[in-house]
């Protein structure tokens, strides 16, 4: 690996390390085979309570900093790992996992079988920003204002409401720490990824914390991909912030760890500023 020096703060890479945690209902499917998909049965009308209730909670955890796509039944929050500290990955870790606690503390109220959530490390490339979905909308939109065909009022109120073709979060292209946790948790119980369980990539962690419950661990291999997870139940947030998690990685150390050159520049645009 090249002796990359430090970057500045808020410098952008064409490749940087990721966060990702996949959040998937379990059983929801079943729900809906078990009726045929009928949505007027009672047991459809339950499965999709079911889902407004998962949804309302995981769109409640998103920040600005951990963003979130919702698809149906499951949801990736995403994270950029710093290479100047560990905070934002114990960040991360506390954020999704409190997410999980959640919609697992609910589940178990109502009587349902909880989400399986897997957190995984991992690069991603910079999608260009000319591929936003909306970027053709911000033009039409300056363009009107500085026409004034619209009022400041108006532009801000149609940017406001305007609704994208495309629900993805940028951040998740490209984002093979997103691969493996889809991966991951397609494999579930076959490869030992079982229940309602959160499982979190080793790479994160110098050495297992004190402040992180962890039940077991379980090895995961496919083709191009492999992680060790680790089963956590539970997360003691004094004692992590007490102690400064010396047991973190930053985003450099977790890509020196996965073998991977970073911070790098591969010679590909990162932003596109005409409107």
């Not at 890479?13 to 007027?40: I, K, N, Q």
């Not at 697992?104 to 897997?118: C, F, K, S, T």
């Not at 997103?178 to 369980?197: E, H, N, P, Q, Y």
């Amino acid at each position: 690996m090249r002796n990359v020096p430090k970057r500045g703060k808020g410098q952008k890479y064409t490749v940087e390390m990721s966060g990702v945690a996949w959040l998937d209902l379990l059983g929801y499917g079943a729900m809906l085979r078990s009726v045929s998909f009928d949505p007027t049965n009672p047991t459809a009308l339950a499965a999709v309570s079911r889902l407004r209730n998962f949804q309302r909670i995981t769109a409640a955890h998103a920040t600005r900093n951990l963003r979130a796509m919702i698809i149906n039944d499951g949801v990736a929050y995403v994270r950029e790992l710093s290479p100047r500290g560990p905070y934002p990955t114990y960040e991360f870790l506390e954020e999704v996992f409190d997410a999980y606690m959640a919609v697992n503390e609910l589940e178990g109220i109502d009587g349902y079988p909880g989400a399986r959530m897997i957190v995984a490390a991992g690069p991603r490339l910079h999608v260009l920003e000319s591929l936003h979905p909306n970027l053709s909308h911000l033009r039409s939109i300056f363009k009107r204002l500085n026409a004034n065909a619209i009022t400041p009022r108006q532009a801000v109120m149609e940017a406001f409401n305007a609704v994208s073709p495309t629900g993805s979060q940028l951040s998740l292209q490209a984002n093979f720490a997103f691969t493996k946790a889809f991966l991951a948790d397609k494999a579930g119980s076959k490869a030992g990824l079982t229940g309602a369980g959160c499982f979190i990539d080793s790479a994160f962690f110098k050495s297992v914390p004190s402040w992180l419950r962890v039940d077991n661990e379980v090895s995961w291999v496919t083709e191009g991909m492999q992680a060790i997870f680790l089963r956590a139940s539970a997360f003691d947030k004094l004692t992590a912030r007490a102690t400064k998690y010396p047991e973190m990685r930053d985003g450099e150390e977790i890509a020196k760890f996965m073998d991977i050159e970073y911070p790098v520049e591969i010679g590909l645009p990162t932003r596109s500023t005409r409107l």
